[in-house]
Nanobody, 121 residues
């Protein structure tokens, strides 16, 4: 299974970015995907996740109302629309996938992408 993220970059506070993550090599029909972020010296934190199929979403309190996670099942792609970005959103953002949502939500997903950097100044 390969997860490839894209869309990171540098933006001014208040701006927007959209991250994408395309999964390949996964044959399951029901699974969860999510976005996590990490800054140096800090633990990785969950940002937003979605159950592919039902579309049920989960958000960290820090991003509710600003970030939107969505899916394109036909393309096996996960998106994260980030609006009203703040300097504290600066981090490496990782995409993750797991067959079990409970594992992904605990940060113990089986598959991880390489990450894409988001910098807000």
């Amino acid at each position: 299974v390969q997860l490839v993220e894209s869309g990171g970059g540098s933006v001014e506070a208040g701006g927007s970015l959209t991250l994408s993550c395309t999964a390949s090599g996964y044959s399951g029909t029901a699974y969860c995907m999510g976005w996590f972020r990490q800054t140096p010296g800090k633990e990785r934190e969950g940002v937003a996740s979605i159950i592919f199929g039902s579309g049920q979403t989960f958000y960290a309190d820090s991003v509710k109302g600003r970030f939107t996670v969505s899916q394109d099942s036909a393309k096996n792609t996960l998106y994260l629309q980030m609006n009203s970005l703040k300097p504290e959103d600066t981090a490496m953002y990782y995409c993750a996938l797991d067959r079990l949502c409970v594992e992904l939500l605990r940060g113990r997903a089986e598959y991880w992408g390489q990450g894409t950097q988001v910098t807000v100044s």
